[in-house]
């Protein structure tokens, strides 16, 4: 189970190394929340940042769309209020959302990198003043983590896991509290954040949560890209798995699924962020 979610990963990296480096949209935002965020049960699908700056174009691409406040298109509601999309090639799009939509700027039909696009501000179902930003291939539909493209920011310190509870016929049983517990299948629910220097309060989601049991893994939660099919958003949990069911457990995330037999039981928990920081956790449990 380990070298296939190892593998996994070094496919989407090596998919995202074919493309140029991208750059993010403003060296100076502040980022408020990352991808796979556990946003009240639905996952965040690219970052927000607080900013006041110009938000510029990632890379070079061709502009598929722009909405700006006046538009025929802006009488009808948006959740992501005023915003662009750009055509990287190889099925890339880029999209700036929930900018300032009072002020119009020109945008000419090709971009390069670092061209003004917008200014920071608040609209659609922004919460703060600044921008949202995602990327989207649309040749395989799924949503892309900005930092699978562009380098990450730096980041020292290693995620915190909050909370570790297993949820069973029993009910749910915090193992901060109980140790001991009943034979059955349990799922894994882990609540972990990251932070950058504690600048945003723990609100960011780590890169990827890793749960064993005597040693064999259990489950393996990776936060690199939210595929839809038929309508339905997966996210890659020992395989495609429906986002819903992975982020009900709000503020926690479902991590996978265990049969606990009579005996002594260790369970690991890793949690690991973009930049290569780990934090761990080890419960040593008595199962009756």
């Not at 970052?47 to 769309?65: P, V, Y």
């Not at 992501?80 to 929930?98: E, P």
């Not at 982020?247 to 049969?259: H, K, L, N, Q, S």
């Not at 290569?276 to 040593?284: H, I």
Request: glycine share 10%.
């Amino acid at each position: 189970m380990m070298k296939k979610t190892v593998f996994l990963s070094a496919a989407v990296i090596l998919f995202c190394g074919a493309l140029n480096a991208m750059d993010w949209p403003s060296q100076d935002a502040e980022l408020v929340h990352n991808f796979g965020w556990n946003n009240r049960g639905e996952p965040v699908l690219g970052t927000a940042f607080r900013s006041s700056a110009f938000i510029q174009a990632a890379d070079n691409g061709e502009l598929l769309f722009t909405r700006r406040k006046g538009d025929a298109a802006s009488r009808l509601p948006s959740p992501l209020g005023a915003w662009t999309a750009l055509d990287h090639g190889d099925g890339i799009i880029s999209i700036y959302s929930r900018y300032d939509d009072s002020r119009s700027y020109h945008i000419s039909d090709t971009l390069s990198r670092g061209t003004p696009i917008a200014v920071s501000g608040k609209s659609g179902w922004a919460s703060v003043s600044g921008f949202f930003f995602s990327l989207f291939d649309r040749r395989e539909r799924r949503w892309v983590n900005p930092s699978m493209i562009i380098s990450p920011m730096e980041d020292t310190q290693a995620p915190v896991i909050q909370s570790i509870q297993l949820t069973g016929s029993q009910g749910t049983i915090d193992l901060a509290q109980i140790r001991t517990l009943g034979q059955g299948r349990y799922t894994i629910e882990v609540a972990a954040a990251d932070a950058l220097g504690n600048k945003n309060e723990f609100s960011l989601a780590p890169h990827r949560i890793i749960c064993s049991f005597n040693g064999t893994e259990a489950g393996s939660l990776l936060f690199e890209t939210v595929s839809v099919r038929d309508g339905v958003q997966l996210m890659y949990r020992n395989g495609l798995t429906p986002v819903k069911q992975i982020y009900a457990p709000f503020p926690r995330y479902e991590v996978g699924e265990v049969w606990l037999t009579r005996g002594q039981a260790t369970l690991e928990v890793i949690a690991g962020d973009i930049a290569g920081n780990n934090r761990s956790t080890l419960y040593r449990l008595q199962v009756e």
